[in-house]
């Protein structure tokens, strides 16, 4: 079934979103788009959706805020110079390339990897935070499957209404089929004796064979048997535990 849920969460200066969106699909396919340096997340989501879904095309998204984390940050000078010096030979070369490249502010120094560092490890890398994100998606796909039971108990409604709606119209039919039969014999009666009447040589076998066949289109009882062969079996799918057909309503 198609369903969406999402989850926010934040730990060890860490803010998050979790979003999973659900299609119908006759296996389970799950498709995950995590942020570099959360890939150790990977096992555990799968291990999640295989306990909380069992088909589907899911995809699930984990957007990352980062904030302040523990401990202060600090400059590595050591950065900093190889950053400098690698800001001032670029711009030699551009020089002499006839280029003039823009002036480099602090800002853009700072923004450079590794010249601004912390004491504490990187949130990727906290057991703390990759714990709280694992509970919180395995929090998400349960959220994630009662969407699915919830859409799959309103579209059961639906169907359930339209199998009734054939039942009905198929105990009509079959009272206006019955109603026809009873006529049906001396019409037919009616219309091979005028044209016996019309018709000097009549192959008798030919005829006896056309009545025949007339006889059989004119008899749709196997089809309304058919009808409510499929009815019961349509009724038997949504009383049903497990999944069935292209999606599932659980």
């Known amino acids: 079934m198609t369903g969406f849920a999402d989850l926010a969460g934040d730990a060890g200066g860490l803010a998050w979103v979790w979003e999973a969106r659900s299609v119908n699909g006759r296996g389970l396919d799950l498709r995950l788009r995590l942020p570099e340096g959360f890939d150790s997340l990977d096992a555990p989501l799968r291990a999640a ?9 899911v995809t699930v998204t984990l957007r990352i805020a980062r904030g302040a984390v523990n401990g202060l940050p600090r400059l590595n000078p050591a950065a900093l110079d190889a950053a400098v010096a690698a800001a001032l030979a670029a711009s030699e070369a551009a020089a002499r390339g ?55 108990a309103a579209l059961a409604t639906l169907v359930a209404g339209r199998i009734d709606r054939v039942e009905a119209l198929t105990a009509a039919a079959r009272d206006t089929a019955e109603a026809r039969a009873g006529g049906a014999g001396t019409l037919l009666r009616t219309r091979v004796e005028a044209v016996l009447a019309a018709t000097a040589a009549v192959d008798e076998a030919r005829l006896a064979q056309e009545l025949a066949l007339a006889a059989v289109r004119a008899d749709v009882t196997e089809e309304l048997d058919r009808l409510l062969a499929h009815v019961a079996a349509a009724r038997g799918l949504l009383a049903g535990e497990e999944p069935a057909g292209g999606g599932s309503i659980s």
Request: net charge negative; glycine share 8%.
């Open 49 to 57: 959706a295989a306990k909380a879904l069992a088909r589907g095309s």
């Open 98 to 152: 006839g280029l003039d490249l823009a002036p480099m502010t602090a800002a853009d120094l700072l923004s450079v990897r590794g010249v601004v560092e912390s004491d504490a490890a990187g949130p990727a890398e906290a057991p703390e935070v990759v714990a709280a994100l694992a509970a919180d998606a395995e929090a998400l796909l349960a959220r994630l499957a009662e969407a699915r039971r919830a859409e799959g």
